[in-house]
């Protein structure tokens, strides 16, 4: 995933203010949380020479398939099926403390996390601590994954 110096960099850079924010910078960061589009940049798709940037930030910013109202995202041709973020993620504790969290497969319908054929299947996402009102940087899952098969955008 991109961060937003890279964005920032494929940007005009000329904080012309007719994208309606004060610096390329301040786009960039609202293009990195998807707020405002390429497209929402005059300069970057009016003027041939920052196609190539356009172009770009075009590939870099396409919407995500797969990805849930949380931005999680499990990339199913990563994952390897361990079962690590299932035992890690808090909610799947709380919600099943005598199957997922000791390791056993979960026995609850509950749980966010669930290897199904092999290959770690989110379900529930609107219990995930980074969901809702009261949320929190949870990074459980990631930090267990050993391929980076689990991200948040």
């Excluded at 398939?65 to 993620?89: P, R």
């Excluded at 996390?113 to 459980?140: P, S, T």
Aim: charged share 25%; with cysteine.
């Amino acid at each position: 995933m991109a961060n937003v110096m890279e964005i920032y960099q494929l940007l005009p850079k000329t904080n012309c203010k007719e994208c309606g924010k004060s610096t390329c910078m301040a786009f960039a960061v609202d293009l990195l949380a998807r707020k405002v589009s390429v497209d929402d940049c005059p300069p970057l798709v009016n003027d041939a020479k920052y196609k190539a940037g356009y172009d770009k930030l075009s590939e870099m910013i396409a919407p995500v398939s797969g990805v849930t109202d949380t931005g999680l995202i499990v990339h199913e041709d990563k994952c390897i099926g361990c079962g690590n973020c299932v035992v890690a993620c808090p909610v799947n504790v709380a919600n099943d403390p005598l199957g997922a969290g000791s390791g056993k497969a979960p026995t609850s319908d509950k749980v966010i996390f669930k290897v199904e054929d092999g290959v770690v299947k989110a379900r529930n996402v609107q219990e995930c601590r980074r969901f809702g009102e009261n949320r929190i940087l949870c990074v459980a899952c990631i930090d267990t994954c050993p391929t980076k098969a689990i991200e948040f955008v």
